[in-house]
């Protein structure tokens, strides 16, 4: 049974058209992630949630926001798409942040595509 | 700030052979390391794990990783590879006091017949 859940897989979005991805999860877990990753490079930690406090990361455009309303989502907004934006968008969760952060669940990932 | 490089971006190996992935890390403090696991169109899966106590740390599926501090290295290895271990590769550290992963930008781990 999945427990992190990303819809959906693939999302097709205009140039500066906002775009929502969403992220669920069944772990009860404090901490949820979005990280982006481009065609072959490292996945890049974009900002967490602990519980309700949000965490910037410094490098992250404000053309990426995100939302908690509850403990098992969250959504990763792009106000303005563009062409580099393009990108496999990963959410995962963790029991706690860290010594505690032993293990990271993923979701599947959304493609996103900008045309 | 920390960083990790995995030195090769593709290993083609023969089933049944030896294979080692090569991770080095670069950090002022100490730090945690991983080795996590993405098979096509699935999440990333942690595969192993370096917290403290032996530098040897083994998974399920026959992968281990051996934590050099000296060589500041978490190379994985396996001696015989299956056709099922074709998947992406990526190690990642986390400074033992944030949690956080920083991830290298992965191997693919190609497993012929």
């Known amino acids: 049974d999945a427990m992190v859940i990303q819809n959906p897989r693939y999302q097709v979005t205009q140039f500066g058209k906002p775009v929502t991805l969403s992220c669920s999860q069944t772990l009860n877990h404090n901490v949820m992630y979005w990280y982006q990753q481009k065609s072959s490079q490292a996945p890049k930690l974009l900002f967490h949630y602990y519980d309700k406090d949000f965490n910037n990361e410094a490098d992250t455009p404000d053309n990426f926001q995100s939302r908690r309303p509850n403990t098992s989502f969250c959504f990763l907004d792009i106000r303005s798409p563009g062409l580099g934006d393009a990108a496999m968008y990963l959410c995962?969760?963790?029991?706690?942040?860290?010594?505690?952060?032993?293990?990271?669940?993923f979701g599947s990932g959304t493609q996103l595509s900008v045309l | 700030a920390q960083s990790v490089t995995q030195l090769d971006s593709q290993v083609p190996v023969f089933e049944e052979a030896p294979v080692e992935l090569r991770c080095n890390y670069s950090s002022s403090v100490s730090v945690y390391l991983f080795w996590y696991v993405q098979y096509p169109n699935q999440g990333l899966q942690l595969l192993l794990k370096y917290l403290s106590g032996s530098t040897l740390v083994e998974s399920i599926n026959g992968f281990e990783a051996e934590f050099n501090k000296s060589q500041t290295s978490f190379h994985l290895r396996k001696p015989s590879v299956h056709i099922s271990d074709t998947a992406e590769y990526f190690c990642a550290v986390s400074r033992s006091n944030t949690g956080k992963l920083i991830f290298g930008q992965g191997t693919t781990l190609q497993v012929k017949p």
């Open positions: 995962a969760t963790s029991r706690d942040l860290g010594p505690a952060n032993e293990k990271l669940f």
